[in-house]
């Protein structure tokens, strides 16, 4: 049986939200994807109403397994921390409510396990995104990508069924990115990972 993954790049302007589901096989499909949206102009609980009856709506028409959301972390421009912030409670709270494991993920984690690379660019990442899910192209607005990636690395860095075999075989030099029967996913897993593992000790070396 599939898992479901619901991700939420929080956001009060532009709220990504993406569901993949991540089967036995380790393959990842894409569910749905989009960005929930609030006007500037509303006062701030309106706002926050308006994003959150439109998570409730995913959550209730997908009903994911496990959430996913973006770690907030400081940056320079208060009002939009505050905002992601805000987000980020609702997007919980509305998880806790249904019972589900929530998770949060650094976007270094996420490019890392993307990409494997943790200072790869939004379009390096949404590139990634679209081959792991077979997509024909990079999903659009980043908020959409972003919110996918967030899903897809869960699953991945929790392992079972989303990759731990692979994760485990790759890292022990015994499965190839071009060996025959492989899916998508896991050469992309398989590729990130190598490539994760030699930055790594490109770094280690310079160190």
């Known amino acids: 049986m599939a898992v479901r993954v619901l991700g939420v790049d929080p956001g009060l302007t ?15 499909t894409l569910v749905d994807v989009v960005v929930l949206r609030s006007p500037t102009d509303l006062s701030i609980e309106r706002r926050l109403r308006r994003i959150a009856d439109g998570l409730e709506a995913v959550f209730d028409e997908h009903r994911p397994q496990a959430v996913a959301l ?3 972390f400081a940056r320079s421009d208060v009002s939009t921390i505050m905002g992601t912030a805000q987000i980020s409670g ?52 980043a908020d959409a990508a972003d919110a996918l990636a967030l899903a897809i690395c869960h699953a991945w860095r929790t392992g079972g069924v989303a990759g731990a075999a692979v994760r485990d075989a790759a890292s022990a030099g015994r499965v190839d990115a071009d060996a025959p029967g492989l899916t998508p996913a896991q050469r992309a897993w398989i590729a990130a990972e190598r490539s994760a593992a030699v930055s790594g000790a490109a770094r280690r070396v310079k160190e």
């Open 14 to 28: 532009r709220c990504g939200v993406g569901v993949v589901d991540v089967a036995p096989d380790r393959t990842a």
């Open 70 to 72: 973006e770690r907030v």
């Open 90 to 141: 609702v997007a919980m709270l509305i998880a806790a409510r249904r019972e589900l494991p929530v998770a949060l993920h650094t976007p270094s984690e996420v490019k890392a396990a993307i990409t494997g690379y943790g200072r790869a660019d939004k379009k390096q990442v949404g590139t990634m995104v679209a081959r792991i899910l077979g997509l024909d192209a990079m999903p659009k607005p």
